[in-house]
């Protein structure tokens, strides 16, 4: 025990949540901001199973299958009407692998006739680039996860920041105390977000992996009918960043 107060860096704690909980989390793909999106030339009743790997980092944990539907949901931040310069994501006239699907192209778009956003994206899907098949190897820039509309689970997510605004509480001015730095932003909660099935049988405090979007953990309020998840960390690691800065001065 320090004889001593001492202060450990933020990133430096995230950087070992991430270590430990790359190795032990299960992935699963889920959508917190959903769009959705219409294969129109995937059969109306059709639903394949698709292998998903648990774990990369371990072998042992296996693997699952995931429903494919023609009506699915992506991120909202995975479609762009106008793109700004590499980015790789969907776009009209353009292409993307579905993790551990296939490949599609926007073809068109739906909009609110009021707000003229866009709320549904039609696309077409190459039947031959399944994964694992023999054209699977087919490359496109870029890959983005998807839940299949008519299985996902509907539950609510909350996205955990930083609780305080300043790093060292020990900075305070003059006359502030800790309250006046309370991060109001430091949680944000989506009640309508898309999971994949595999979390239906999720226990209190399980830990996942959020494919592309960070690491999170069932709340002991979850239920069956309603799960909630907390985000425990997301995938972006500063600290990594920093030792490799180091390394290079």
Same mark, same amino acid.
């Given at each position: =025990?320090?004889?001593?107060?001492?202060?450990?860096?933020?990133?430096?704690?995230?950087?070992?949540? $991430?270590?430990?909980? &790359?190795?032990?989390? $299960?992935?699963? =793909?889920?959508?917190?901001?959903?769009?959705?999106?219409?294969?129109?030339?995937?059969?109306?009743?059709?639903?394949?199973?698709?292998?998903?790997?648990?774990?990369?980092?371990?072998?042992? =944990?296996?693997?699952?299958?995931?429903?494919?539907?023609?009506?699915?949901?992506?991120?909202?931040?995975?479609? $762009?009407?106008?793109?700004? %310069? %590499?980015?790789?994501?969907?776009?009209?006239?353009?292409? *993307?692998?579905?993790?551990?699907?296939?490949?599609?192209?926007?073809?068109?778009?739906?909009?609110?006739?009021?707000?003229?956003?866009?709320?549904?994206?039609?696309?077409?899907?190459?039947?031959?680039?399944?994964?694992?098949?023999?054209?699977?190897?087919?490359?496109? %820039?870029? +890959?983005?996860?998807?839940?299949?509309?008519?299985?996902?689970?509907?539950?609510? *997510?909350?996205?955990?920041?930083?609780?305080?605004?300043?790093? &060292?509480?020990?900075?305070?001015?003059?006359?502030?105390? @800790?309250?006046?730095?309370?991060?109001? &932003? /430091?949680?944000?909660?989506?009640?309508?977000?898309?999971?994949?099935?595999?979390?239906?049988?999720?226990?209190?405090?399980?830990?996942?992996? @959020?494919?592309?979007?960070?690491?999170?953990?069932?709340?002991?309020? /979850? +239920?069956?009918?309603?799960?909630?998840?907390?985000?425990?960390? +997301?995938?972006?690691?500063?600290?990594?960043?920093?030792? %490799?800065?180091?390394?290079?001065?």
């Amino acid at each position: =025990m320090a004889k001593r107060d001492s202060i450990v860096d933020l990133a430096l704690l995230e950087h070992c949540v $991430r270590e430990e909980l &790359n190795k032990t989390a $299960r992935r699963v =793909m889920a959508v917190l901001r959903p769009l959705k999106v219409v294969i129109d030339n995937y059969p109306p009743d059709q639903v394949e199973e698709m292998t998903a790997i648990n774990n990369p980092e371990d072998p042992t =944990m296996g693997v699952r299958k995931i429903a494919f539907s023609r009506e699915l949901y992506i991120e909202r931040d995975d479609f $762009r009407e106008d793109p700004p %310069k %590499k980015y790789f994501r969907l776009q009209p006239g353009g292409e *993307v692998r579905l993790r551990y699907a296939y490949i599609v192209k926007c073809v068109s778009v739906r909009k609110d006739p009021i707000t003229q956003e866009v709320v549904e994206v039609h696309c077409t899907y190459d039947p031959e680039t399944r994964s694992g098949s023999s054209q699977s190897d087919r490359k496109v %820039k870029g +890959t983005i996860h998807w839940v299949s509309a008519g299985h996902a689970l509907c539950g609510e *997510v909350r996205l955990y920041d930083n609780l305080f605004l300043k790093e &060292n509480l020990n900075d305070l001015g003059e006359g502030e105390n @800790f309250l006046d730095a309370l991060n109001p &932003n /430091s949680v944000e909660v989506l009640e309508r977000c898309y999971l994949e099935p595999a979390l239906k049988d999720a226990q209190p405090l399980d830990r996942f992996q @959020f494919e592309r979007l960070g690491y999170f953990c069932i709340d002991k309020d /979850s +239920t069956p009918d309603k799960i909630k998840v907390n985000r425990t960390v +997301t995938l972006r690691d500063t600290w990594a960043k920093i030792e %490799k800065a180091d390394q290079r001065a």
